[in-house]
């Protein structure tokens, strides 16, 4: 009796105790919408060049948006060339999310290299982003890890889609074709993705000729960034390493 009396009360307590939280959605991170920058090449390959750890990977399994796959996916559709002679390579040397001492830390880098078709101009520009957060309490809600990542790869993009126009329009400008006929370098987007951020214009750099290049600064740059963005004036900051062909 004893037996069938604490089975009963497991039973009764089982039965009080609240249902699980369903799954969360999340949508796609989409940058579509943000306007193409166009290299005067005329192939610009994209390649991964980061390796996971095997805690890494562990992490990624549960990210609704690893941060590789949806850095890759947006240099593909964002960054592209003009037809121009010349070749480019646009490397992810890294796309991690790491735990350590309860927090969550994120690192995103991107090089750039150009060159002539005779190999004696070339031009590089490199964009690193960081940002970090707490660690979710995955024992409170079984939902709080993947939202967790989900928000550090978004947060680790948005700041990526500001940092990575600025570094090419201050090391490369002369790399860039400021415009096209399909307008990619016109003014930017008057609108965006819901929970995207905007596009807003970046002065061309003296000397290149073109109209405003678009970039995304709606949010400011992150204190966890590697290279802090000062306003840019004329004539400032770094400038291409050789002129483009």
Known sequence: MKKIAAFASVLALAACAAPPPPPQNFPPLDYSYL???VFNVATL?????YTPS????????????????TLLAMLNRRLQPSGTPGAGT???QV???????????????????????DGRATGFAEASVSATASEPDTDADPNAQPAALYQMTKKLMDTMNVEL??????????????????????PPVSGAAPGGIQAAPLAAPPGSGGPAMPIAPTAPMSSNTNAAVPNYLPGAGPTALSPAP
């Open 35 to 37: 306007k193409p920058i």
């Open 45 to 49: 390959n994209v390649v991964d060049n």
């Open 54 to 69: 095997p805690a890494e990977i562990a992490l990624n399994a549960n990210n609704p948006a690893p941060p590789a796959t």
């Open 90 to 92: 646009v490397t992810v």
């Open 95 to 117: 796309a991690s999310i790491t735990e350590a001492n309860g927090r969550l830390n994120g690192q995103m880098t991107v090089d750039i290299n150009l060159s002539s078709p």
């Open 165 to 186: 126009p600025y570094q090419i329009a201050h090391n490369i400008p002369n790399w860039v074709s400021w415009t096209n006929p399909q307008g990619a370098m016109s």
